[in-house]
């Protein structure tokens, strides 16, 4: 069964610093692109960063020059560096992937279960 997993999040005080990790488990065979979502309290989930298989990146304009997306295809394991901490930047965060695994060799949408990121002032 493929699974994303992430860990990393916790309590920070503004200002400080976070590193998520999402590693993709199972039998894969190929992943296109990874990223991060995430949702607040009483809003939508939302795109934060996301990473192609050639390393193209792209960030929601109220992260960039703080956080950075990176990935380590030989571990199938996607890293959110997340600098300059905002409250506003509290949320659960969610790993998000595409790609060909034993559960659907056609190519799928995995998500994982979230982990919460708060950020105190």
């Known amino acids: 069964q493929v699974q994303l997993v992430e860990s990393g999040g916790g309590l920070v005080q503004l200002g400080g610093s976070l590193r998520l990790s999402c590693a993709a488990s199972g039998r894969i065979f190929r992943i296109y692109s990874m990223g991060w979502y995430r949702q607040a309290p009483g809003k939508q989930r939302e795109l934060v960063t996301s990473i192609t298989s050639g390393g193209s990146t792209n960030y929601a304009d109220s992260v960039k020059g703080r956080f950075t997306i990176s990935r380590d295809n030989a571990k199938n394991t996607v890293y959110l560096q997340m600098n300059s901490l905002k409250p506003e930047d509290t949320a659960v965060y969610y790993c998000?992937?595409?790609?060909?695994?034993?559960?659907?060799?056609?190519?799928?949408?995995?998500w994982g279960q979230g982990t919460q990121v708060t950020v105190s002032s």
């Open positions: 998000n992937a595409d790609l060909e695994g034993s559960d659907f060799p056609s190519g799928d949408n995995y």
